[in-house]
């Protein structure tokens, strides 16, 4: 019997396309406006910084919320530009190492506990993420972190609470992900530092 479409990831997968090219044709607009109008003024660079961070935020997210087969790889210089895009003007920094390409399945996992890391650094911090032989870590430090522990309980439990909300999901689907993939997340949580393996 074939497994059930994850309609979920089907309905994320969609709106990120639909949303992407939009995006990216007021980027041309601004860029052609700013051609015209000779040198730019905050106006022009706010809406310029606003449409470059939408585009990263929905890039992301097609990465991290969409539909993902078994088979499928994304490329390390992908991630990359995402990852670079999406910190233009953030207060987290992001670090990746990992071989040229990778499935799919795999980053999206990672994606999903970047976001689940973001809660974390509300304050700003910075994140290192390797992939090697022995598997995944992700390592987040900060002087100051917002850690709730409820939240990063749902991490461990199999099915998730009632009460989580739209910003909280990412949480929700980490556990049906590591089950998906036949991991385990192990995750040490201290004062400044959140080190997750998986």
């Known amino acids: 019997m074939?497994?059930?479409?994850?309609?979920?990831?089907?309905?994320?997968?969609?709106?990120?396309?639909?949303?992407?090219?939009?995006?990216?044709?007021v980027g041309n607009g601004v860029e052609l406006l700013a051609m015209d109008a000779g040198?730019?003024?905050?106006?022009?660079?706010?809406?310029?910084?606003?449409?470059?961070?939408?585009?990263a935020r929905i890039r992301f997210f097609r990465?991290?919320?969409?539909?993902?087969?078994?088979?499928?790889?994304?490329?390390?210089?992908?991630v990359m530009s995402v990852l670079t895009d999406l910190t233009r003007g953030g207060r987290i920094s992001y670090a990746w190492n990992s071989v040229a390409d990778l499935p799919r399945r795999e980053v999206r996992l990672a994606f999903l506990l970047l976001q689940c890391l973001e809660t974390a650094l509300?304050?700003?911090?910075?994140?290192?993420?390797?992939?090697?032989?022995t598997g995944w870590t992700v390592t987040a430090e900060a002087t100051r972190l917002k850690i709730d522990a409820a939240l990063w309980e749902v991490l461990t439990e199999?099915?998730?609470?009632?009460?989580?909300?739209?910003g909280q999901v990412h949480f929700a689907?980490?556990?049906?992900?590591?089950?998906?993939?036949?991991?385990?997340?192990?995750?040490?949580?201290?004062?400044t530092v959140i080190r997750l393996t998986f």
Do not use: W
Request: charged share 25%.
């Open 39 to 55: 040198k730019p003024g905050p106006e022009m660079a706010l809406i310029s910084e606003s449409v470059a961070n939408a585009n």
């Open 158 to 166: 199999l099915r998730a609470p009632a009460e989580i909300g739209a």
């Open 122 to 133: 509300a304050y700003g911090g910075k994140v290192d993420v390797s992939r090697d032989e």
């Open 63 to 78: 990465i991290s919320f969409g539909a993902a087969t078994g088979d499928q790889r994304i490329a390390r210089s992908e």
């Open 173 to 191: 689907l980490v556990p049906d992900e590591l089950a998906r993939q036949g991991r385990r997340l192990v995750t040490e949580i201290g004062e």
């Open 2 to 25: 074939q497994d059930k479409p994850d309609l979920a990831a089907l309905i994320a997968s969609r709106i990120c396309h639909d949303l992407i090219g939009p995006i990216g044709a």
